[in-house]
Nanobody
Framework: QVQLVESGGGLVQAGGSLRLSCAASGRTFSSYAMGWFRQAPGKDREFVAAIRWSDGSTYYARSVKGRFTISRDNPKNTVYLQMNSLKPEDTAVYYC??????????????WGQGTQVTVSS
């Protein structure tokens, strides 16, 4: 099992930036990739971005591509999500997850507790 702790959420004005962090511990070697997901009130959880531990390949949802950047620090077992040009529709609870694959929520087996991101207009 992988333990995940997110941090960095908060309140920001539209057009602003935030950087989320996700620190992983435990059986981190069992993970193939790390992903960020988000869930807005009344909506289903949706994929945001993912990165492979081995080579740093990245994947993004269309809605965030060009604005968000996912990165990893392997020695620190930490993954980041840099969010720029934030929009009110980015408001959600953001979760990081450890997975055995990249595509598909069902490949992610461990989840963090989530961190709230609120973007005001």
């Amino acid at each position: 099992q992988v333990q995940l702790v997110e941090s960095g959420g908060g309140l920001v004005q539209a057009g602003g930036s935030l950087r989320l962090s996700c620190a992983a511990s435990g059986r981190t070697f069992s993970s193939y990739a790390m992903g960020w997901f988000r869930q807005a009130p009344g909506k289903d959880r949706e994929f945001v971005a993912a990165i492979r531990w081995s080579d740093g390949s990245t994947y993004y949802a269309r809605s965030v591509k060009g604005r968000f950047t996912i990165s990893r620090d392997n020695p620190k077992n930490t993954v980041y999500l840099q969010m720029n040009s934030l929009k009110p529709e980015d408001t959600a609870v953001y979760y990081c997850a450890a997975g055995s694959g990249v595509v598909g929520e069902n490949v992610y087996h461990d989840w963090g507790q989530g961190t709230q991101v609120t973007v005001s207009s």
